[in-house]
């Protein structure tokens, strides 16, 4: 194989693109040239790297389905008050049913009628007596629950993204893992209690009429009327930071939820130097305000998020316009995060937070910092050892490994993939295998050299027969990396993908990087000893 | 330079005793495959679920004041472990005893006031978490042993496959019988670790397997114990100079890798070490037994 010339190009071109793809993160400010099609994009780092938060978060989507139901049987009830069918009680029962009871079987039939037209999605079952009452159950089958809680989750994900855009985080992470999972990282995040609160926040905003007519000191979950629920009004005091806790008896029935504001804005109370959220309804919002506002003046008036209230307002008058505030004893902080999750909109069902990995920066500077060293160390070790094993051979050797690491760096950084520090643990692993293959090459052509051949021929046999077993080996080396790449998150993933870029890149510089040294270096120098 | 010059061994010869060392090494890796199973293991909290911190003090602290702020905001089952270097201690809490990263920061802000410390990383894991890892994992060295039978099988015989896994599947249980028998904790970096042994191990065993191979062609007479042993002595230099570049490479990682991946770098070393053995002592003696006992079997039903 005579003509090396396309090798050397195709290696110079290797070089010159993992340059071009390195730049950016080995110079600090790029040249105003520097423009166009030129990356621009650092190597990105992963968070055990630059410090941040990663968080693995499971939607509860059980609670969005059971959530829709709720809103059916709500819907349900006023649809049956609007055409004055009477009913005993409508509500949710377990997971998958809302269930009607009727006085009679004639209105029972209407009923079915009107079920039928709203709802075609749910299923009836057949309708039954039980005490005198006529019972009905409607059921949300398998498919249509899945295509909810789907649909949930699809939802919590932008709600999310919009959050933590709002709240100024660079370069999230925001993306679906598996059915019900979301996984967010939160890079170089500074108070990641604060970033958690705020993303694992429900936020579902309710107005609620108070009932004044059962005491709510004495009250418990048992003796309350059906319609009725006891909530807690929290209050922390600012000096001594205590909490306390005042219970308050309110409607179930919301009159006004979160989804009819339109935004959300803290302001500060110029009065008492307190801050508040201001809020803006849509127009059905505005009306709706309107209405209950003009009908209960008089009455307190709950606002309820994500069942606490956070303050509870005598209503001194009608309110039009459609504005209205949010105070409650919170910190600016507090104000400004909940003005984010109230604009961003609520969640379509809780989430509950599987998984919290937080890396401070500092230790994340000390692992890049160790690796590298780490990596220095090893590179050097091998490279004396082959320079002094092998010798010229062995430099070749070590100069087929540099460009080995140099495309690898150069790969990682146009594939956009994210360096760990096992992923900087891979590469170094990689130096000492990487020379596996010349080390078989050299071993071949010591024995070439030994049967007497002449150094052309024993390097050209040399490279033949070890070439079965190099391939051999880098294959089922890749076969483990795969199943690496496969099933690993996160930093194992970051490991797998440093490996078998590396194998793969090995291929190339054990077979035609560090061949077309010995050609050219044989063509041009007549020797008459191999130094290997 | 040569370390060695052309060698004659009888590793075949030896496997009395190679297979009394591999197969004890097996059955303590097993006892630790049991005690995994079982949770009993040091398990890491991605396994088993649970709260991990690395604090680091602004003055030394002692484990025992640590402990003792602890225990008396409620925490009592609580491991300890000091770094070496700059007043810092890892906290690990499993989930039975579960508190957040933040209530044990408060704890110890009340319990040892004065001592200012930062978080350095903490880790909060679900139990589900852990037990879906669990699966993958099973699933993934499942896998890759599957993969890999697949392969060489394809590529020499299905007797080489099964020795090589056996080779391989020996190096695993070593490396678990090595954490084991030191406490060492099982977490989701030494199963990487782990996996990329297994791949490091193969190609040494596919090389010698190679040669042997290319022997058999050779020379069809010989006694398949002569070509086996012939073959392991041809490569031995190269499996030899191969270990000691990846070990150095491995043993600069443990040395100067730093705190977090030292367990890891820790497997890979010994991982380098099991996985040269088992492709001198392991693999290829099985398949020549096998192969041998075919041969005679063949020769007696003529």
New interface residues.
Partial sequence: MKGYTWRISLILIFIIASCVYLTPTLVDTLPKWWSGLLPKDKIHLGLDLQGGTHLVMEVETQKAVEGSLDLIATDLEDSLTAQNLRFKKIGRLGGDKVQLTLYDRGSADKVQALIKKKYPDLEALPVFDEGGFVNMQLRINEKEAQVRKDRAVAQALETIRNRIDQFGVSEPVIQREGLNNIVVQLPGIKDPKRAIELIGKTARLEFKLVDETVNAATATAGSLPEDDELLFEKRTDPQTGAVSETPLVVKKKAIITGELLTDAQIRIDSQYNQPYVAIEFNSTGARLFDQVTAANVGKRFAIVLDSNIYSAPVIRERISGGSAQISGSFTEKEAADLAIVLRAGSLPAPVKILQNVTVGPSLGRDSIHKGLMAGLIGVLLVVSFMAMYYKLSGMVANLGMVLNILFLMGALSALGATLTLPGIAAIVLLVGMSVDSNVLIFERIREELRLGKTPHAALDAGYDKAFLTIMDSHVTALITAAVLFQFGTGPVKGFAVSLSLGIIINLFTSLVATKVLFDAFLDRVHVKRLSV | ?E?LKKTNIDFIGMRKFSFLASGLMAIIGLIGIIAIARGTANMGIDFSGGTEM?I?FAQAATTQSIRDALVKAGVKEVELQEITGGNQVLVKMHKSTGKS??QVADALKAGIPGNTF?????????P??GEKLKQ??L??VA??ML??IL??AW?FDFKFGVG?VVATMHDVLAMIAVFYVMHREVN??FI?AV??I???S??DT??VF??IR?NMHKSLKDPMITIFNKSIN??L??TI??S???????V??F????E??HD??FA?VVGVVVATYSSIFVASPIVALWEKHAVETKAEAV
């Fill in positions: 330079m370390l690395q680091k990263a933040d930062t978080v350095e990383s903490s880790t909060e894991i679900g589900s978490i993958d994992t699933v993934a896998l890759s993969g890999i392969y060489i590529r090589a989701i970096l990487t996996l990329t297994a791949g490091y193969l190609t596919v090389v190679d040669r290319e041809e490569t230099s190269r100079i191969t000691v570049t990846t070990f150095l490479a491995a600069s990682l040395l100067f890798g730093g977090v991946i890891f770098a890979l």
